[in-house]
């Protein structure tokens, strides 16, 4: 990594407390922001951005790395079908090479669709190879284990014992925990609610506090999902959560889509994170988040593109625009402002990480996690409402041009600096296909 970086003529699109947009260049030094709007600086390294809009890199607060090596190979299905039909035979088929062929396709995608940082819920086995490949990739990551002690229809790799799965849980923590300068981070991940006993989610939440750090699950995505939950418990799927210690600020729930207004205030009162993601909820047909509703509390929502498996593409772009318009069919089209949903998908996201202090904003002393994004392509010309306008409405993941993160430059010119794209691909398809054939899907 050079010392000091210049990113020079380009639209600084902070995400500041001011939301100030700011025409000149970006100085890194250090891995982190010096600077912004100067001219005239030096640096070791220098990245031409004219024609160009930096901003801080996208972070996405719900994904699934070991679930890329799935695309397309379970579309056209309910959640819990899909569920029991393709990704739990697949999760549980899963080697340590496929899923780090699985990992490392992801983190490639993500790297080039401009997102910097993101929340991801691996399977029950071979986690180790997610952070080794997040370690090697460069990229920023809160990773956890899979979580899973019950059910119907789950097969025995993924089933687990529950003090054996905490021991494992316990053993990634401290192993990975702000390892890679603080670039890696670990959270607890049980499955959700119809998967762990109660019993498992309560030390989690225990075991959460005790180390200080996040729990990621899966919260109210499915109404057959919501029945199950009511009828095991008699209480709903949040209140649920409520009881055995999982809401906070240091919970992300992702999905909530059927939310009634009593659980969005009790979201609201105990300052649980949301992560919307709508690409994902439509394609499984399971409803529309009510993001307005929630965000009208208070809430901390972000954005997350959820695995491949059930979105096939895990670009930011897609779900800011997704996001925008699923809101404005409902509320009408002045809901939820280009502009808000950029927030989402960059300082909130960090925000619920509790990161915002670090990254998510382009501002002196941060750490310098920035994405370049070309805008003066056919279907972003002319951009009359403004840059902003024209990466949630209209930008590609294509457009993206350079991606620093932690001030190490990972992308240039559309060129990945640490991974070999052609060999990346190869080795996904053939550890895909060794995948399939394991877990008897054609």
């Known amino acids: ?56 890199g996208f972070v996405q607060t719900h994904v699934h790395l070991c679930q890329t090596l799935f695309r397309g190979v379970a579309d056209d299905l309910s959640l819990l079908d899909w569920l029991t039909k393709r990704v739990w035979p697949m999760e549980a088929a899963h080697t340590s090479h496929s ?39 460069g990229f920023r990551a809160t990773v956890g284990k899979c979580m899973m002690d019950k059910g119907e229809n789950v097969p025995a790799a993924l089933l687990e014992n529950p003090e054996e799965s905490l021991k494992e849980s316990l053993a990634l923590l401290e192993t990975w925990h702000g390892s890679a300068a603080g670039r890696i981070r670990y959270c607890f991940a049980p499955r959700f609610a119809v998967s762990c006993s109660r019993d498992l989610l309560a030390e989690v939440a225990r075991q959460a506090a005790k180390h200080r750090v996040m729990v990621h699950t899966h919260a109210s995505e499915n109404t057959t999902e919501c029945e199950m939950v009511k009828k095991d418990t008699g209480l709903s ?73 059930c979105n096939n593409r895990l670009d930011m772009f897609t779900e800011m625009r997704t996001a925008a318009l699923l809101q404005k069919v409902k509320h009408g089209p002045d809901t939820l402002p280009a502009s808000r949903v950029l927030q989402m998908a960059t300082i909130d996201g ?93």
């Open 1 to 56: 990594m050079s010392n000091s970086l210049l990113i020079k003529g380009g639209t600084l699109i902070t995400m500041d407390a001011n939301r100030s947009i700011v025409d000149g260049d970006l100085l890194i030094r250090n891995r982190r922001i010096v600077s912004l709007g100067d001219s005239g600086k030096q640096a070791d390294q220098v990245i031409d951005a004219t024609g160009c809009v930096v901003l801080p």
């Open 99 to 137: 899923i780090s062929a699985s990992a490392w396709l992801g983190l490639a995608e993500l790297i080039k669709g401009g997102t910097t940082c993101a929340l991801t819920m691996e399977t029950v086995n071979h986690t180790e190879a997610v952070f080794k490949a997040i370690q090697e990739s």
């Open 237 to 309: 799927n949040i209140e649920y959560l409520e009881a055995v210690g999982l809401t906070g600020a240091n919970v992300v729930l992702a999905h909530c889509v059927h939310v009634n207004e009593s659980e969005i205030e009790l979201l609201s009162r105990t300052q649980t994170n949301v992560a919307h993601c709508p690409s994902s909820n439509l394609k499984l047909g399971s409803g529309v988040a009510p993001v307005e509703e929630m965000l009208a509390r208070g809430l901390s929502v972000s954005l997350g593109a959820d695995g491949a498996a």
């Open 350 to 442: 960090a925000r619920a990480l509790g990161l915002d202090q670090e990254i998510g904003s382009l501002e002196p002393g941060k750490l310098a996690d920035v994405t370049v994004v070309r805008t003066q392509n056919l279907h972003t010309t002319p951009g009359v409402d403004g840059v902003v306008s024209s990466l949630v409405y209209s930008a590609q993941p294509g457009d993206v041009e350079a991606v620093i993160i932690d001030g190490d430059v990972l992308m240039r010119d559309r060129q990945l600096l640490r991974l070999d794209e052609k060999a990346v691909i190869a080795e996904a398809n053939h550890e895909a296909k060794l995948l399939r054939s394991r877990a008897g899907i054609k």
